[in-house]
């Protein structure tokens, strides 16, 4: 892949038309932020631009999307953001995932899958970039692109706790609350908005608590059968994947979730010591240091041992004994 | 009480010495960091300073007061931070409460009880305020004086999330971490980490939920018992109070606390439509727009009844019938 500047990018842009935005599956805020902010910058210099993401958007984020008005045309270029790999495209956008012409990331991790593209691992969020590349174009910054921004800023700083937030990051939140951005709106809806069936369905998570490892590490399940009882839906499940590791004493936080087909899919939280993304990388995923995630294909009880063991191992590397 | 400048606050810092900074009871992260931050500054300028609260400061804020070293001295100087009334002082603080000389605040409801004082209601925090202070001071900003600020600015916004952040808040964020504010550390200790204690308190206290007026009021009790049973302190319930709010439909959130001889005291939250100042008020306590507290006097029964009546007659203020 090619690097470019933020404003070689700009110019890129500036010179296509036609373009489709990729979207990782199981899309999260910043996904879905930089996506729509992105598409509607390009719109506003006269681009025809359209997001594309083979899942369906959570509820959560319906607040980005349900006032976006659809374009068709025979997409020309191919822009991803937010995409650390192809592996993480689906459905309709995974036909795009051998020809994409730009890439702006912000996963140390990128594969470099683009012809070219803008990675900066030092980004709190992949919306931090987008809100570059806006500056770039010239387009300005509409309420409806500053909330998606914001979103993406938020979202993926758990609400400005994780390390990753640096001064930058606190600043781009400004800006973008001067350029309308719904703050309170924003993180009342996405941080503190319950339904009660995510309630009864948190409560049925928390009570499958395990600890292996003198408590070091802590295991959350998230079955099928409790989603069913509990009545939550998908998007519910998202905060779910930080309790575990909040938990004192905690090195490792896991979190099981059963899909279809024997897929167990697992999200791996950890703190300054432990690399989550390598853990995850044993079983074909990937992520952030601090937050990553894999699928494992097997039975449950086979499964979650496998994950178990690599957690384990990444302890006692770091001279856990057992 | 005059109203003061920033720039005649730290003017009148400067010409006196022996100073006192008192803080409320039950101190918030707020309190407890404007308080150590204006003291830390103070001595940097080479005053003799020392704060004073007549509580415990809770463990959460360990980190702000264990390396603290206390002065002795004949205190001829009273300032208070973050006090909205000299009713919220307690044990030796409130030994004080009539010869208060220099207050600073951000409660709008303020009331005047400081022969000087300054009082800016549109700020998040009162460490903000603090820190233009200590800007006008001169003194600089250590990293333990930016560490107590950053405490308070993310304690008093739910870690950026409240209605009463601005845009100033953010850079307020920035500027401190840019001085060494531990950011991470900060937010992990305080709104990340949870004992197992903790952890079961919490989920004793959501089965005590009782929902009222169609699902707009929910209520969730902190009983002696459940305190025993789960083996937290006291420390551990702060967050407690946003909870029942968090709830889908739920417009006012209120978190009764048994308390000793017959006191239950009540935290009420609740969004844009609704001052939860106005109903505590109604009980003799007072606080912000969106977080207010208030204790009331009677057997349980009675204290919840009467508290819900007065939500219900808040609702009814805003066209709901039952």
Same mark, same amino acid.
């Given at each position: 892949?090619?690097?470019?500047? @933020?404003?070689?990018?700009?110019?890129?842009? %500036?010179?296509?038309?036609?373009?489709?935005?990729?979207?990782?599956? &199981?899309? #999260?805020?910043?996904?879905?932020?930089?996506?729509?902010?992105?598409?509607?910058?390009? %719109?506003?210099?006269?681009? %025809?631009?359209?997001?594309?993401?083979?899942?369906?958007?959570? %509820?959560?984020?319906?607040?980005?999307?349900?006032?976006?008005?659809?374009?068709?045309?025979?997409?020309?270029?191919?822009?991803?953001?937010?995409?650390?790999?192809?592996?993480?495209? &689906?459905?309709?956008?995974?036909?795009?995932? $051998?020809?994409?012409?730009? =890439?702006?990331?912000?996963?140390?991790?990128?594969?470099?899958?683009?012809? !070219?593209?803008? /990675? $900066?691992?030092?980004?709190? &969020? =992949?919306? +931090? @970039? /987008?809100?570059?590349?806006?500056?770039?174009?010239?387009?300005?910054?509409?309420?409806?692109?500053?909330?998606?921004?914001?979103?993406?800023?938020?979202?993926?700083?758990? =609400?400005?706790?994780?390390?990753?937030?640096?001064?930058?990051?606190?600043?781009?939140?400004?800006?973008?609350?001067?350029?309308?951005? #719904?703050?309170?709106?924003?993180?009342?809806?996405?941080?503190?908005?319950?339904?009660?069936?995510?309630?009864?369905? +948190?409560?049925?998570?928390?009570?499958?608590?395990?600890?292996?490892?003198?408590?070091?590490?802590?295991?959350?399940?998230?079955?099928?059968?409790?989603?069913?009882?509990?009545?939550?839906?998908?998007?519910?499940?998202?905060?779910?994947?930080?309790?575990?590791?909040?938990?004192?004493?905690?090195?490792?936080?896991?979190?099981?979730?059963?899909?279809?087909?024997? +897929?167990?899919?697992?999200?791996?939280?950890?703190?300054?010591?432990? #690399?989550?993304? !390598?853990? =995850?990388?044993?079983?074909?995923?990937?992520?952030?240091?601090?937050?990553?995630?894999?699928?494992?294909?097997? #039975?449950? !009880?086979?499964?979650? !041992?496998?994950?178990?063991?690599?957690?384990?191992?990444?302890?006692?590397?770091?001279?856990?004994? +057992?």
């Amino acid at each position: 892949m090619k690097e470019l500047t @933020i404003e070689q990018i700009a110019e890129v842009l %500036r010179s296509e038309d036609n373009i489709i935005i990729l979207m990782h599956k &199981s899309p #999260d805020g910043d996904a879905v932020g930089s996506a729509y902010g992105l598409c509607l910058a390009l %719109r506003a210099i006269g681009k %025809r631009a359209e997001p594309l993401c083979g899942d369906e958007i959570p %509820r959560d984020y319906e607040f980005i999307t349900e006032k976006f008005e659809h374009q068709e045309f025979d997409p020309s270029f191919v822009v991803s953001v937010d995409l650390a790999t192809i592996q993480l495209l &689906s459905g309709r956008a995974a036909e795009f995932a $051998d020809m994409v012409d730009l =890439c702006i990331d912000h996963h140390a991790s990128n594969t470099g899958y683009a012809k !070219e593209g803008y /990675v $900066d691992g030092k980004k709190a &969020s =992949c919306a +931090e @970039i /987008v809100m570059d590349v806006i500056k770039a174009l010239s387009s300005g910054f509409s309420k409806e692109i500053a909330d998606a921004l914001f979103t993406g800023i938020c979202t993926d700083t758990g =609400c400005f706790k994780y390390s990753s937030v640096s001064p930058s990051t606190h600043r781009a939140a400004a800006e973008l609350m001067e350029y309308g951005a #719904d703050s309170t709106g924003i993180c009342r809806r996405i941080f503190d908005t319950k339904s009660k069936e995510k309630l009864a369905m +948190e409560k049925m998570v928390m009570e499958t608590i395990k600890y292996y490892a003198g408590g070091r590490i802590a295991l959350v399940c998230i079955t099928n059968e409790i989603m069913e009882k509990s009545g939550a839906v998908q998007g519910d499940t998202d905060g779910i994947a930080a309790m575990p590791r909040q938990i004192e004493g905690v090195k490792i936080g896991v979190t099981l979730k059963e899909k279809e087909n024997g +897929e167990y899919r697992f999200s791996v939280r950890t703190g300054e010591l432990i #690399d989550a993304s !390598e853990i =995850c990388r044993k079983f074909g995923g990937g992520g952030h240091w601090a937050a990553a995630g894999c699928s494992i294909y097997a #039975d449950f !009880e086979t499964a979650r !041992e496998k994950m178990i063991e690599a957690c384990k191992e990444a302890l006692k590397e770091h001279g856990w004994t +057992e």
